[in-house]
T-cell receptor, first 114, second 112 residues
Framework: EAQVTQNPRYLITVTGKKLTVTCSQN?????MSWYRQDPGLGLRQIYY???????DKGDVPEGYKVSRKEKRNFPLILESPSPNQTSLYFC?????????????FGPGTRLTVT | GESVGLHLPTLSVQEGDNSIINCAYS??????FIWYKQESGKGPQFIID?????DKRQGQRVTVLLNKTVKHLSLQIAATQPGDSAVYFC???????????FGTGTRLKVLA
């Protein structure tokens, strides 16, 4: 089954404790992206990647890191999480231009930073 | 399920009626627009898209209209069904970039 998976689905952590949220897709997509979703603000793009070793900032990259060492994986790293990073996070992938911009989203990761 | 928004604008329609969800986008240089549907506890799901060189595109029961003059996008759902109840987001992609800007969403409630 074609899908985007994220782990963990739920995470409660403390301020300053480094964490990684994994994202994996099995569709051989070139484009991958991370978003956060907050009430009243919709989805905001954190980082995206056009291909292996090619990443770029979205609208809200501060406090986050990403890496794309393999085509299927795009982990989101919070080196020193803070309470304002408490949010619902989504990973997405797409074939990429010029074929398609349609993004497939993962199920989400609910992160709480205390 | 996961909360996607506590104070979203809500559109309530009777089952079988047509629904129209509106979106104002921000960047006149955006070249691609998408509508997503998000059900409770799930990630957004692609519905339909349209490029900036078009003003209308139809899918199965859905139509997207683009008015670049007033930077307005709308999603029309024909014969709305209970399964259409969800939060709907529009998104735009800036020309020459792969960055996406999402709207804040509209909750659609289908009344039986």
């Amino acid at each position: 089954e074609a899908q985007v998976t994220q782990n963990p689905r739920y995470l409660i952590t403390v301020t300053g404790k480094k964490l990684t949220v994994t994202c994996s897709q099995n569709m051989n997509h070139e484009y991958m992206s991370w978003y956060r979703q907050d009430p009243g603000l919709g989805l905001r793009q954190i980082y995206y990647s056009m291909n292996v070793e090619v990443t770029d900032k979205g609208d809200v990259p501060e406090g986050y890191k990403v890496s794309r060492k393999e085509k299927r994986n795009f982990p989101l790293i919070l080196e020193s999480p803070s309470p304002n990073q408490t949010s619902l996070y989504f990973c997405a992938s797409s074939v990429g231009p010029p074929i398609s911009y349609e993004q497939y989203f993962g199920p989400g990761t609910r992160l709480t930073v205390t | 399920g996961e909360s996607v928004g506590l104070h979203l604008p809500t559109l309530s329609v009777q089952e079988g009626d047509n629904s129209i969800i509106n979106c104002a986008y921000s960047n006149s240089a955006s070249d691609y627009f998408i509508w997503y549907k998000q059900e409770s506890g799930k990630g957004p799901q692609f519905i339909i898209d349209i490029r900036s060189n078009m003003d209308k595109r139809q899918g199965q029961r859905v139509t997207v209209l683009l008015n670049k003059t007033v930077k307005h996008l709308s999603l029309q759902i024909a014969a709305t069904q209970p399964g259409d109840s969800a939060v709907y987001f529009c998104a735009e992609k800036g020309s020459g970039t792969y960055k996406y800007i999402f709207g804040t969403g509209t909750r659609l409630k289908v009344l039986a």
